[in-house]
T-cell receptor, first 110, second 113 residues
Framework: GDSVTQMEGPVTLSEEAFLTINCTYT??????LFWYVQYPGEGLQLLLK?????DKGSNKGFEATYRKETTSFHLEKGSVQVSDSAVYFCALFGNEKLTFGTGTRLTIIP | DVKVTQSSRYLVKRTGEKVFLECVQD?????MFWYRQDPGLGLRLIYF???????EKGDIPEGYSVSREKKERFSLILESASTNQTSMYLC????????????FGAGTRLSVL
């Protein structure tokens, strides 16, 4: 079945550091790919998405590119802020449902 | 803004109790979902519903049931709570046909003692 593997956390970075959170997937066909974010005390919310190979999703300074050849959708941000501290989930949509990774907790220290 | 409201943020129940978790969405979405979130396991789909009075099993339906009598409300029922059902429960909704962009509630943290 479909699966998503993402970078183990937790990840701690200093403010303004470069961020990468790795995500790879296994799926039949060509799924849509997503990053959801969960801020403390809140539910998940969509951060960005990509629906086909080589698409780049972007939002709030975060980017991820759908790489079919490496089955990856790594999340990047050039300069993180304290307000980016959250749990990040990579997900794919296939077989009529979302399949989530285990989540990566990110903490940014001033 | 879409709002998905879960009735309780924290709940403590005893083993064997019948537990109801309620979820209401205010955007007339056709699709609603229940997940549980556990450390190291991410989110796992328990049940979902694409219409009133309709339900489908997700990946881990054992020990749970659901009810959808009205479009805006989707209830998760633990018929006889057990300690291994201690978890964070998340409700989500999405409009048809876009099932992949889901809007989540803040979650209910259930402890079964």
């Amino acid at each position: 079945g479909d699966s998503v593997t993402q970078m183990e956390g937790p990840v701690t970075l200093s403010e303004e550091a470069f961020l990468t959170i790795n995500c790879t997937y296994t799926a039949t066909g060509y799924p849509s790919l997503f990053w959801y974010v969960q801020y403390p005390g809140e539910g998940l919310q969509l951060l960005l998405k990509a629906t086909k190979a080589d698409d780049k999703g972007s939002n709030k300074g975060f980017e991820a590119t759908y790489r079919k050849e490496t089955t990856s959708f790594h999340l990047e941000k050039g300069s993180v802020q304290v307000s980016d501290s959250a749990v990040y989930f990579c997900a794919l949509f296939g077989n009529e449902k979302l399949t989530f990774g285990t989540g990566t907790r990110l903490t940014i220290i001033p | 803004d879409v709002k998905v409201t879960q009735s309780s943020r924290y709940l403590v129940k005893r083993t064997g109790e019948k537990v109801f978790l309620e979820c209401v969405q205010d955007m007339d979405h056709e699709n609603m979902f229940w997940y549980r979130q556990d450390p190291g396991l991410g989110l796992r789909l328990i049940y979902f519903s694409y219409d009133v009075k309709m339900k489908e099993k997700g990946d881990i339906p054992e020990g749970y049931s659901v009810s959808r009598e009205k479009k805006e409300r989707f209830s998760l029922i633990l018929e006889s709570a057990s300690t291994n059902q201690t978890s964070m429960y998340l409700c989500a909704s999405s409009p048809s046909p876009t099932k992949n962009i889901q809007y989540f509630g803040a979650g209910t943290r259930l402890s079964v003692l």
